[in-house]
C-alpha cells in the first residue's frame, strides 16, 4: 500500500557525509549544540556542549484516512470542500472574477523554507519539499457529527464558503454523511440541542466507547488505509472536573467508562478510542480531554496526542506581538481582547461554562513570553498584567470573527504605547488549513525515529509538542516548558525538517557573504 515518491525526495537532492538513504529510510546525523547552564550563587556558569543525534525518517508515503468529530460544522465542512477543490482543480465565480483553489494558510502547502545559498542568493523551496509528506489531496476523510446534515447541506448552514463554489462542491459532498456521535448535553451549550439528531442512542459510556471504535476499524478496512488519524473539531465542551481517581491512569479511565462516570466526556471517549484503535488523536478546542489516562493509553499504543485549541488569528498575533515588545524590552502591562462572532461556534461558547474552557487557553498564550524576561518582571506580582478576554455571539456577524485587542505598554522613562488591533476574517477560512497542517505533521512525525549517542531508536514523546505552532494553548510532555512565542514555534519545526533531511540550521549569521 505504501507509495515511495521519487519525486518529492528528488525535488531536492541532500549531497552530504552525514546524509544517508539506507532502503526506505533516510538518515542524518546531527551535531546538537546546547549550553548547559550551572548556577554559582548568584552567577551562572555556562558551558556549551555538543551532542550526537541520528534521526530516522521512513520515506514511504502511506495511504492516509482522517476522521473528524464535528465533520458538519464549519471547520469540517470548510476543510473536506477546500481539499475537494484543490484535487478536482475546482474553480468558481464571484463579483470579482473567476477564483481558483489554493492552500493559502497551510505552514505546509504555502510557506517556503530557506535551504542554503547560491553564490550571494538565498534559495528557498516549499515547506512540503523538505521531506516526504502526504498530499492533502490524498487524504480520505470521514468522521461523525451530532447533526445529520450530508456534508453539502452543513456547507450551506455554515455560510463560509461562497455560493457559487457550493454549488460545485454539492455533487462531490451531498453523498457525505457523518457517522452517529456521542452526545453528552452537559458538556456543550444548551443551545445545540436542537441540531442533534444524529446521536449514538443510550448512556452507557463503555457501548458508546465500543461504537466509536467499531466505526474507526471499519474505516480503515473498507478504505483500505495504512493509518487513521482522528481529531477533534466539534464544539468546545466544557472542562471535566479532572480526578486522578476517575482520570489519572488509563486503567482508572477505562474503569469510569465502564461505570458510565458523569465526568467522563465525549471527546475523552473519542480520545481512549483513537488510542485503543492504534490512532493519534489531536484535539482543536480548548478543553481537558487530554486527560492523564489517554496519555498512558497513547503511550501503550505507540500513539500521539496533540492539543489544545487550535491557534488561528488572534492568538497568533497577540503572540507575535508580545514577543516583538518583550524582544524589544518594552513591557506589555494590559491586554485586552474582544471577539464577537456569529457562528455556531460563537453560539456555543455563549454559555458561561464553555466561554471558560476558551478564556482559559486565550488567556495562557503570552505567560512563558513575560515570564522570560526578569528585567521587565522581577516579580511574580508584575507577571500578574491585565489580560482581560470577552467573547459575544452576534449571530450577524456570521463566521466573519471581529476581534479587536488594545495592548498597552509601558516604555521609556514611564511612557506609554497603546496598539489597538483590528483583525476580521472567516474563521474556518484560517482554521480549516492550518487543521490540514496538524494532520500532515502529526503523519510525518509517526514516521520519524531519533536516538542519541548511537543508542537505540526511539519515537518522539507522546504528547506532541512539536506541533505547538498550530496550538493556542500547546500541551507539552510532563517536565517540559510550554514555548508559545511563534517564532521560536516554528523554527522548531522547520530545524526539525531540515534536520531530517540533513540540511544545515541557519543561524543567520550570514558569513558566507559577510567575510571576504
Ligand atoms: P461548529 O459549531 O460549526 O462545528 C462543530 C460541530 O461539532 C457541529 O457541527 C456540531 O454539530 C458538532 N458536534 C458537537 N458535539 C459533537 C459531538 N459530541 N460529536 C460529534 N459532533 C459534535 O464549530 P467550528 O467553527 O467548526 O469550530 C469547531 C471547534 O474548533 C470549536 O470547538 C472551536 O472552538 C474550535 N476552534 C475553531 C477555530 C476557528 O478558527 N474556526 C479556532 C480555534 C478553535
Known amino acids: 500500500l505504501y507509495v515511495f515518491d521519487q519525486q518529492l525526495i528528488q525535488s531536492m537532492k541532500v549531497q552530504s557525509t552525514t546524509t544517508q538513504q539506507d532502503g526506505r529510510f533516510l538518515i542524518s546525523d546531527y551535531d546538537y549544540k546546547s549550553t548547559n547552564i550551572e548556577k554559582n550563587g548568584d552567577k551562572y556558569i555556562a558551558k556549551p556542549q555538543i551532542t550526537s543525534f541520528k534521526f530516522k525518517t521512513d520515506t514511504r508515503i502511506p495511504k492516509v484516512g482522517v476522521m473528524l468529530v464535528g465533520w458538519g460544522g464549519n471547520n469540517g465542512t470548510t476543510l473536506t470542500g477546500g481539499i475537494l477543490a484543490n484535487k478536482f482543480n475546482i474553480t468558481w465565480n464571484s463579483k470579482g ?59 450551506s448552514r455554515a455560510q463560509v464558503v461562497e455560493y457559487d463554489l457550493q454549488q460545485k462542491l454539492r455533487p462531490y459532498l451531498e453523498k457525505l454523511v457523518p457517522l452517529p456521535s456521542i452526545y453528552y448535553p452537559d458538556f456543550i451549550a444548551a443551545n445545540q440541542g436542537d441540531r442533534a439528531d444524529n446521536v449514538i442512542p443510550g448512556d452507557n459510556k463503555l457501548e458508546h466507547l465500543n461504537i466509536i471504535r467499531k466505526n474507526i476499524a471499519d474505516f480503515k478496512q473498507q478504505n483500505n488505509l495504512d493509518k487513521v488519524i482522528l481529531l477533534w473539531t466539534a464544539n468546545t465542551e466544557r472542562f471535566c472536573v479532572e480526578d486522578p481517581n476517575i482520570h489519572g491512569t488509563a486503567e482508572r479511565l477505562l474503569q469510569s467508562i ?35 489516562g489517554v496519555i498512558e493509553l497513547a503511550e501503550k499504543a505507540g500513539v500521539f496526542v496533540a492539543g489544545d485549541d487550535f491557534k488561528t488569528g488572534q492568538t497568533k498575533f497577540k503572540t507575535c506581538l508580545v514577543e516583538y515588545l518583550v524582544g524589544a524590552g518594552i513591557k506589555p502591562k494590559a491586554i485586552i481582547s474582544y471577539n464577537h462572532l456569529g457562528n455556531n461556534d460563537g453560539k456555543n461558547l455563549s454559555q458561561e461554562s464553555c466561554f471558560k474552557s476558551k478564556e482559559r487557553s486565550k488567556k495562557t498564550c503570552v505567560d512563558d513570553i513575560l515570564e522570560s524576561n526578569k528585567v521587565l ?18 449571530p450577524e456577524t456570521g463566521d466573519s470573527k471581529k476581534a479587536m485587542d488594545e495592548y498597552i505598554a509601558e516604555i521609556f522613562l514611564g511612557g506609554r504605547q497603546t496598539f489597538a488591533v483590528y483583525n476580521v476574517c472567516e474563521d474556518s477560512l484560517l482554521a480549516a488549513p492550518l487543521i490540514m497542517d496538524l494532520l500532515l505533521l502529526c503523519e510525518l512525525f509517526e514516521r520519524i525515529q531519533f536516538s542519541k549517542d548511537a543508542s537505540e531508536y526511539q519515537r518522539f514523546d507522546t504528547v506532541l509538542s512539536w506541533l505547538s505552532y498550530l496550538m493556542k494553548a500547546p500541551k507539552s510532555e510532563s517536565g517540559i516548558t510550554t514555548i508559545n512565542s511563534l517564532s521560536r514555534q516554528r523554527a522548531m519545526l522547520e530545524n526539525l525538517v531540515k534536520v531530517c533531511a540533513g540540511l544545515t540550521i541557519d543561524d543567520n549569521l550570514r558569513l558566507e557573504v559577510r567575510y571576504g
Open 97 to 155: 472574477g473567476t477564483h481558483q483553489p489554493n492552500f493559502y494558510g497551510s505552514l505546509t502547502q504555502s510557506s517556503v523554507i530557506k535551504i542554503g545559498t547560491c553564490n550571494t542568493e538565498e534559495v528557498f523551496v516549499p515547506f512540503k519539499d523538505v521531506l516526504p509528506m502526504v498530499n492533502p489531496c490524498d487524504i480520505v476523510f470521514g468522521g461523525w457529527d451530532i447533526s445529520s446534515m450530508n456534508l453539502a447541506d452543513a456547507m
Open 258 to 292: 465502564e461505570s458510565s462516570h458523569p465526568e467522563i466526556s465525549a471527546s475523552t471517549i473519542f480520545a481512549c478510542a483513537a488510542c485503543l484503535e492504534g490512532c493519534s488523536f489531536i484535539n482543536g478546542s480548548p478543553q481537558n480531554t487530554i486527560v492523564p
Open 377 to 394: 518582571y522581577p516579580t511574580e506580582e508584575e507577571l500578574n498584567i491585565d489580560h482581560t478576554i470577552v467573547i459575544k455571539y452576534c
